[in-house]
């Protein structure tokens, strides 16, 4: 049973425009939630995260989004560049971190210019 | 830049055959993990150490052992390498992204193909 679930596998935005990637969880331990960002040939690359004591976390273009009563959080990139286009994975674990990250599948984000 | 190498970065082996992969790190970083990556799965965790000689199971750890005898390396052994190991294997470390949330963080992959 996926534990953490991104349901788009793709999705496509114009340049300049806002880019929301979704991301469920089903685990009520989880208190720690990340995203990484992943280009072809190489490792995932933190991007940022959220605590489950916060509903908002916001750094530069980056902006995560937690519901904790929907069990819901969002990635907003603002404005979106050709440059985000990547692969990017929801994770979450419990206890903030240093326990085993549980990833979702992945959304592909490609930005048009 | 976490400071964690990963060798070999390729390698192509037969069915049969014993693997052993490096993670490396120059931090001195007490937690280090390994995770493959497969199309249409994310990244799913085969082992853990929280500790030199200290290792535990992750969710797809069937057909793997893992070493920790010195906080650096950390090795990932495939004993009989099988056609579904073929994947792309990654390292991570954790370490303080804030005040008090540890993070993980990734090395460069491994691109493994068994044939």
């Known amino acids: 049973d996926q534990q953490v679930k991104q349901n788009s596998p793709s999705l496509s935005v114009q340049e300049g425009r806002i880019s929301i990637l979704n991301c469920d969880y089903t685990?009520?331990?989880?208190?720690?939630f990340l995203w990484y960002k992943k280009y072809p040939a190489e490792g995932p690359t933190f991007l940022i995260s959220?605590?489950?004591?916060?509903d908002k976390n916001e750094d530069g273009r980056f902006t995560v989004f937690l519901n904790k009563s929907a069990k819901h959080l969002s990635l907003h990139i603002v404005p979106s560049q050709p440059g985000d286009s990547a692969v990017y994975f929801c994770?979450?674990?419990?206890?903030?971190?240093?326990?085993?990250?549980?990833f979702g599948k992945g959304t592909r984000l490609s930005v048009i210019a | 830049d976490a400071g964690i190498t990963q060798s070999p970065r390729h390698k192509v082996t037969e069915t049969g055959t014993p693997v052993t992969l490096r993670c490396h790190q120059t931090?001195?970083?007490?937690?280090m993990y390994w995770y493959r990556q497969d199309p249409g799965h994310g990244l799913r965790l085969i082992h853990y150490?929280?500790?030199?000689?200290?290792?535990d199971k992750g969710e797809v750890s069937d057909g793997y052992s893992v070493s920790r005898s010195k906080t650096e390396d950390f090795l990932l052994t495939l004993e009989s390498a099988t056609s579904s190991q073929t994947s792309v294997y990654f390292c991570?470390?954790?370490?303080?992204?804030?005040?008090?949330?540890?993070?993980?963080?990734f090395g460069p992959g491994t691109r493994l193909l068994v044939l």
């Open positions: 931090e001195n970083h007490r937690y």
């Open positions: 685990n009520s331990m989880f208190d720690y």
């Open positions: 959220i605590s489950s004591i916060k």
């Open positions: 994770a979450a674990s419990a206890h903030s971190g240093n326990t085993p990250l549980v």
């Open positions: 991570a470390i954790s370490r303080l992204a804030g005040v008090s949330e540890e993070t993980q963080y």
């Open positions: 150490s929280y500790g030199v000689k200290d290792t």
